[in-house]
């Protein structure tokens, strides 16, 4: 059964950084792509960001530049690197294995001064 684990998230002013990450077990972590989706205050999930088991990495165009995925396979774990904060970023921050069907519990972010 895959699990997951994110962590990082807190209260940051707009223009601030924060780096979250997700702990994976219960899958061949390496050889599987990864994503992060966010959902906001009453509106549905959505996809961030992807990256693949090589590497190769995309982005939704509304954190382009600023939002960077990245991955430690010796660590089983996926980051989300996330600079020049905004308000809008604001929401609860998800990883999730294509086709597992398996969710973490998130982490909140918060864009505030």
């Known amino acids: 059964q895959v699990q997951l684990m994110e962590s990082g998230g807190g209260l940051v002013q707009p223009g601030g950084s924060l780096r979250l990450s997700c702990a994976a077990s219960?899958?061949?972590?390496?050889?599987?792509?990864m994503h992060w989706y966010r959902q906001a205050p009453g509106k549905q999930r959505v996809w961030v960001a992807y990256i693949t088991s090589g590497g190769s990495t995309m982005y939704v165009d509304s954190v382009k530049g600023r939002f960077a995925i990245s991955r430690d396979n010796a660590k089983n774990t996926v980051y989300l690197q996330m600079n020049n904060l905004k308000p809008e970023d604001t929401a609860v921050y998800y990883c999730?294995?294509?086709?597992?069907?398996?969710w973490g519990q998130g982490t909140q972010v918060t864009v505030s001064s």
């Open positions: 219960g899958i061949s972590f390496s050889i599987n792509p």
């Open positions: 999730h294995v294509p086709g597992s069907g398996s």
